[in-house]
């Protein structure tokens, strides 16, 4: 879970008229010191170079979107409110919690691959408790205690980090500020004067120019360059009136597409929903049944199969351990095993085997593994992670997706040639809480 952010996006307007007082050979150069590693400056300074910002600027309250509601969207949206920004945050769904949202419903593609499926964003089990105690997972500000009469276990369940984050939201009242069942459908830069649709940059000069000019002198471009947002988004609008409890057949029910324009945007739209799928040889032609741990809930559908897990992350770990119960046989595979760590596997000798990851499946329904062992499997069970997915975002390239990278962002959080106007949170799958070691 993230931590609440910093107020790293105040002072964008001011970096206009602080380029004056500072003068952008000085800047350019303490920039390059910077990059090279050897300069004087402190972290803050850095982080004021790079997001394009002066710290003894005025403030100046921008708009802002917020993309997405849940535990990164909601510290997001109230820093910035926090600085007097004007936030807009649009949620595709019916409540905060994002992930933490348990949906019994799948997607129609049980692998997640074709990108027109009916997409369901959570990817909670129905059993799933979190992987850290509550003392970890609660922002600096708001700790996650336990409540009287609800899971005050330190690993609670995940209705219990769901409620965690309503409480936040509620606590700051955030929910005046998000528009729910409203998708973001595209962002992209706008470079116009807020009147037309034409004035939505759709050439590659707009990125030719930045990337010319770019590394020199970076403030003064984005001052010259005045980079703002256009924010595409549709409302469900049979969702909305469902909500309201109104008749909506008298209203009419279509999904209404708005434009906006915004000085920022930052976007917090998850990596937990877009499946990344392992290849193996001759899936094309394997007769069984495969799916990806995003769209599993229970370990009913399993009852007496022969099922091979791939992947020994927490999620393949907990289903694995779940689907013994139910499953036939469980075969558990991964690239390599830790010994010291995956001690839990020989208490379920027999139903629970292990091997090294799959070689090759067959027409005939076998799988083969790489330790020499083969069987016949009923399903493949994909707990193989997750794949950064931006599909509204339009940079002209700036930021791109790249081996599971998303880049080029400083401090994963702000791309440089675009910065303090674009902005990501919560980016990063692995985070510690520094403060706990120092
Ligand atoms: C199975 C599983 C178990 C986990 N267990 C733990 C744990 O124990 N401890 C822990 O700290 N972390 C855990 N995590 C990580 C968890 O994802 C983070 O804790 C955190 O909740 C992520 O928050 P987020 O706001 O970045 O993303 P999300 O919670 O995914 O929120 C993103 C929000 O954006 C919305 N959205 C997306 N696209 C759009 C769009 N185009 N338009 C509008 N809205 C949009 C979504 O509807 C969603 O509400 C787990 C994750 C998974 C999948």
């Known amino acids: 879970m993230v931590e609440a952010v910093s107020s790293s996006t105040r002072n964008r307007g001011s970096s206009r008229s602080s380029s004056a007082n500072t003068g952008h050979n000085d800047y350019g150069r303490k920039k390059c010191e910077a990059l090279a590693g050897n300069s004087n400056l402190n972290g803050e300074d850095e982080l004021q170079m790079a997001i394009g910002s002066d710290k003894n600027a005025t403030k100046q309250s921008c708009k802002v979107a917020v993309i997405g509601a ?3 969207g909601l510290v997001a949206a109230r820093e910035l409110q926090r600085e007097g920004h004007e936030v807009v945050v649009y949620e595709e769904g019916e409540k905060v919690g994002g992930v933490w949202l348990y949906n019994s419903d799948v997607e129609d593609d049980p692998l997640g691959l074709d990108p027109n499926r009916c997409s ?45 984050l309503q409480d936040f939201a509620e606590e700051f009242n955030l929910l005046l500020l998000v528009k729910f069942c409203t998708k973001v459908e595209y962002v992209g830069i706008y470079r116009g004067d807020g009147n037309t649709e034409a004035d939505i940059v759709n050439d590659s000069s707009f990125k030719q120019q930045l990337l010319r000019e770019g590394c020199e002198d970076l403030r003064e471009d984005s001052a010259n360059l005045e980079t703002r947002w256009v924010v595409r988004t549709r409302e469900r609008r049979q969702a909305v009136e469902k909500e309201r409890d109104v008749l909506n057949f008298a209203t009419g029910c279509e999904d209404q597409v708005t434009d906006v324009i915004f000085d920022a945007v930052v976007i917090c739209n998850g990596h937990y929903s877009q499946p990344r799928v392992a290849w193996i040889p001759g899936l094309e032609k394997w007769p069984g049944k495969q799916m990806h741990s995003h769209n599993y809930r229970i370990a009913e559908p399993f009852r007496d199969k022969v099922v091979v897990v791939i992947g020994n992350g927490p999620s393949g770990i907990d289903i694995s351990l779940e689907l013994i119960s139910v499953a036939k046989e469980v075969h558990f595979c991964a690239k390599k095993w830790d010994l010291s760590k995956d001690l839990f596997w020989p208490l379920h000798e027999g139903k629970l085997q292990c091997h090294l990851l799959v070689e090759l499946v067959t027409e005939d329904g076998t799988v083969h593994f ?69």
């Open 120 to 164: 369901v964003h959570s990817s909670m089990y129905a059993s799933l408790r979190t992987n850290l105690p509550r003392e970890l997972m609660g922002y600096l500000d708001y700790p996650f205690l336990p409540r009287e009469g609800r899971d005050v276990r330190r690993f609670p369940r995940h209705e219990e980090v769901a409620s965690y």
């Open 70 to 72: 849940g535990a990164a």
């Open 370 to 438: 790489q330790d020499g062992i083969s069987c016949h499997v009923d399903v493949i069970l994909h707990c193989t992670g997750y794949l950064y997915s931006f599909p509204f975002l339009d940079t002209h390239g700036i930021v791109t997706v790249e081996n599971s990278a998303v880049g080029p962002l400083f401090e994963h959080v702000f791309p440089p040639l675009l910065a303090p106007s674009l902005s990501f949170v919560g980016l990063p799958f692995k985070m510690f809480r520094v403060s706990r070691f120092v």
